[in-house]
C-alpha cells in the first residue's frame, strides 16, 4: 500500500494533514461552543448553534466551487492551496478574540480559505498519477489517511486547551497549526511542481463573468429570495415552520438551485466524448452528499447524543486528567440513578433564572452582582479573581460587565433557552467567584437555576424515595469530555485503511475486483445500517430516557467508517477519472458543493432531533438513506461503463 507513489503524495500528505487537524480542532467544538451555558460558551438554543454549524459547513463546501474554477483558469493548484491556508490561519485566529464581529468575520475566512485550499489539494494528488495508473486509488486512501490522523489529534488538542484555559484557546491553537501546514507547503514548493499545471481555459469552457451573472447571481437571487419567503410566506402559511426550518437554511437550498440546474446543463450539453463521465459524475455527487450529510452529524446530532444521551462516565477516561471535565449539573437530567451527585453545598441555587445563565456563560452584570451579594450575605463570599488565582477559582469565575444583554428564546419542548451577550467591544471590570466556607474546607460554588436544583436533589428524592448519594462539599465527578467522541471515526479510518485496502488488492488478485463503482454503493448500504444500529441505541434506552454505554457510538462509526472509505476516497478518485483534465479543478469543487449540500442537511437534521424521539429520528435517516443507496444500484452498470471508457 505504501510503496511505490510519487514522492509528492507524502508532501502533500501532512499539508493536508496539518490544515484537518486545525480544521477539526475548531470545527469539533462550533456546536458545542454555540450552545454551551456551563462553561462560557454563548449560549445559544440549539437549533440556532445546529443552524451556524450546517450553514458553515455548507459555505465552508460551497465555497470550493469557486476555488476550482479560479484554480484552473487564473492561479493554479499550488497558488491557490497556498492562499487558502492563509485565509485559513487568519480565520482561526479571529475566532479566538472574544466577540460578535471577529467570530462571523473568521467563519468567512474560514469558508473563502477551503474553497482555494480543499478542492485543489485534491487535484494535486490526482495530478501526481497517470491516467489508468492502478495506484492511484490507494494514494487517495493513504492521501485519505492524513486527513483523518489530523482529525484524530484535533479533539485531544481541543480538550486540553477547553479544560485548561478556555474555549478562544482552541480557535487560536487552530491558527498555528495551520501555519505548520504552510509553512510545509512553502518548503515544498519546487517538489510539489508536477502536481501542478500552468492555468488555462478551453474555447468551450464558460467564461468566468458568465458563471456569476448566469450562476452566481441567480443563486445570490434564489437564496435571498428563499430566505425572506421563508419568513413572510412560509410561516404565515404554516405558523411555527421556521422553529422547525430556519429561513436561512430555506435560503441557502433555494441558492443551490441554479447552481445544480448548471451541472445538469455541463453533463447534458457535452460532447459525445465528454457525456458519459459528467453524467456518471451526478450519481457520485447524488452520493456524497447523502453521505456527508450523515457523516457529518458527527458536530451536530452526534455530538449532542454523546453530551446528553451518552454515559460518559466510562469508555473514553483512559487518556489522563488532562482530557476529563466535570461533571456539571446539566449532565444527571438522565444519569444513573447510582451516579454521584454534586454536594448540596457546591451548588446555590439563585434567583432569576438570568443570574444563573449569565454566571455559566461568564457574562454577568454588576447590577445582577450586586442583588445576589444581598440574597446571599454570610452564605457566600464573593471573591475576585486574577490570573494567579487558585485554578478551580479561575474556573468558577465570571466576568462583570456595566451591562449585559439578555435573549430568551423557547426551545421545542418549551423550555425557555436564556443566552447571554455584550456590547462589541465592552470590557469586563473584573472576574469573581463565589465561594463558601464549610469547615475548614473553603471552595467555590456553582450557580444554578430553581430547576436544576430541584431536579438534582428535591425531583431525585420524588422519583426515587430517598436522597442521591453526593460527592463531599467542592467536588465533581469526572467524565470523558463530550469533544472525545470524535477521535472515533478518524481513529477507525487510521486503524481500517489498511484493511480495507487491503481487503479490495486481494479480491483484486483473486480475479475478482470489487469495482469502483460498488464501493460507492456498499458505502451507502453500510451508512444506512450505522443509523439503523442509533435506531436501535434509542429504542432501548427509552429514547434517552436514560443514558446509553458508549459502545453503541463506536458501533456506529465502525459500521460508518468502513462506509466512508469505501465511499469516499473512491469518489474523490472517480472526479480525477471521470473529468475533462480542463474541467477537473470545477468538477472538484463540484464535489464539494454536494458535500455543502449534505452538509446544510447535517445542521437542518441536527435541529430537527430536538423535535423528535432519538429512536424515530434515525430511522428516518436510514430510510433516506436506503433510497439512494437504492438509486446508486439501479446506476451501477452506466457507472461501471463510464469508469472503464476512461481507463478506471
Known amino acids: 500500500m505504501l510503496t511505490g507513489h510519487p514522492k509528492g503524495l507524502y508532501r502533500l500528505f501532512f499539508i493536508e494533514m496539518w490544515e484537518r487537524l486545525a480544521f477539526y480542532t475548531m470545527v469539533g467544538v462550533l456546536l458545542l461552543y454555540t450552545i454551551d451555558n456551563e462553561k462560557g460558551g454563548l449560549g445559544l438554543p440549539s437549533a440556532v448553534g445546529n443552524e451556524i454549524y450546517g450553514l458553515y459547513l455548507a459555505f465552508v463546501y460551497f465555497t470550493p466551487y469557486l476555488g476550482g474554477m479560479i484554480a484552473d483558469r487564473f492561479l493554479g493548484y499550488r497558488k491557490s492551496v497556498l492562499l487558502g491556508g492563509i485565509f485559513f490561519a487568519t480565520g482561526f485566529f479571529l475566532m479566538g478574540t472574544y466577540g460578535q464581529v471577529p467570530f462571523i468575520s473568521g467563519l468567512v475566512c474560514l469558508c473563502i480559505g477551503n474553497g482555494f485550499f480543499k478542492p485543489n489539494i ?154 458519459p463521465g459528467l453524467t456518471a459524475l451526478l450519481t457520485v455527487y447524488v452520493a456524497g452528499a447523502t453521505f456527508f450529510m450523515v457523516l457529518h452529524l458527527n458536530g451536530s446530532a452526534m455530538t449532542t447524543w454523546a453530551k446528553d444521551y451518552t454515559n460518559r462516565d466510562i469508555g473514553l477516561t483512559a487518556f489522563g486528567s488532562d482530557y476529563l471535565e466535570d461533571a456539571l449539573p446539566g449532565y444527571y437530567r438522565n444519569a444513573p440513578p447510582d451516579r454521584l451527585r454534586p454536594n448540596r453545598l457546591t451548588v446555590l441555587e439563585v434567583e432569576p433564572p438570568e443570574a444563573a445563565s449569565m454566571f455559566g456563560q461568564k457574562r454577568m452584570q454588576e ?153 460507492l454503493f456498499l458505502g451507502m448500504v453500510l451508512t444506512s445500517l450505522a443509523l439503523v444500529i442509533m435506531a436501535c441505541a434509542g429504542f432501548l434506552t427509552e429514547n434517552g430516557a436514560i443514558k446509553a454505554s458508549v459502545l453503541w457510538l463506536v458501533a456506529f462509526y465502525l459500521i460508518i467508517t468502513t462506509g466512508e472509505l469505501c465511499l469516499s476516497p473512491m469518489a474523490l478518485s472517480l472526479v480525477t477519472k471521470l473529468s475533462p483534465k480542463r474541467l477537473v479543478g470545477l468538477t472538484m469543487g463540484g464535489w464539494f458543493l454536494a458535500t455543502a449540500f449534505g452538509n446544510n442537511f447535517s445542521g437542518f437534521f441536527g435541529g430537527l432531533q430536538g423535535h423528535m424521539d432519538p429512536a424515530w429520528f434515525f430511522l428516518l435517516l436510514a430510510g433516506l438513506v436506503g433510497l439512494v443507496a437504492l438509486f446508486v444500484y439501479i446506476k451501477l452498470p452506466k457507472l461501471d461503463e463510464a469508469i472503464q471508457k476512461y481507463g478506471g
Open 122 to 275: 485534491s487535484v494535486m494528488v490526482g495530478n501526481l498519477y497517470k491516467q489508468g495508473d492502478p495506484k492511484r486509488d490507494a494514494g487517495f486512501n493513504i492521501f485519505y489517511m492524513g486527513i483523518n490522523i489530523g482529525a484524530f489529534i484535533a479533539p485531544f488538542l481541543a480538550t486540553y486547551f477547553e479544560n485548561h484555559v478556555g474555549w478562544l484557546a482552541i480557535f487560536q491553537a487552530a491558527g498555528v497549526g495551520m501555519i505548520v501546514g504552510i509553512s510545509v507547503l512553502l518548503l515544498s514548493w519546487k517538489q510539489l511542481a508536477d502536481a501542478d499545471r500552468m492555468p488555462e481555459r478551453g474555447p468551450d469552457d464558460t467564461p468566468f463573468s458568465e458563471v456569476m451573472k448566469k450562476i452566481l447571481g441567480p443563486a445570490l437571487a434564489a437564496g435571498v429570495a428563499g430566505y425572506f419567503a421563508a419568513i413572510y410566506v412560509l410561516e404565515p402559511m404554516i405558523p411555527g415552520l421556521t422553529d422547525l426550518v430556519r429561513p436561512a437554511i430555506v435560503g441557502f437550498l433555494a441558492g443551490m438551485v441554479p447552481i445544480v440546474l448548471f451541472f445538469l446543463r455541463l453533463a447534458g450539453n457535452a460532447n459525445e466524448e465528454e457525456k
Open 367 to 519: 447590577s445582577t452582582l450586586a442583588a445576589l451579594t444581598a440574597a446571599h450575605a454570610g452564605e457566600i463570599e464573593v471573591v475576585t479573581v486574577g490570573e494567579d488565582s487558585d485554578p478551580e477559582l479561575r474556573k468558577r469565575s465570571t466576568d462583570i460587565y456595566p451591562t449585559v444583554n439578555v435573549n430568551k428564546v423557547p426551545d421545542a419542548h418549551g423550555v425557555m433557552s436564556i443566552s447571554v451577550s455584550v456590547e462589541e467591544g465592552a470590557e469586563s471590570s473584573k472576574s469573581v467567584a463565589f465561594v463558601r466556607q464549610v469547615g475548614d474546607k473553603r471552595f467555590p460554588v456553582f450557580l444554578v437555576d430553581a430547576d436544576t436544583h430541584h431536579s438534582l436533589f428535591d425531583g431525585f428524592r420524588e422519583k426515587h424515595g430517598r436522597e442521591p448519594e453526593q460527592l463531599p462539599p467542592g467536588e465533581y465527578a469526572e467524565l470523558s469530555n463530550t469533544v472525545l467522541s470524535q477521535i472515533i471515526n478518524p481513529g477507525f479510518v487510521i486503524l481500517l485503511t489498511p484493511l480495507i485496502v487491503g481487503f479490495f488488492a486481494w479480491r483484486m488478485n483473486k480475479g475478482k475486483p470489487f469495482t469502483t463503482a460498488r464501493k
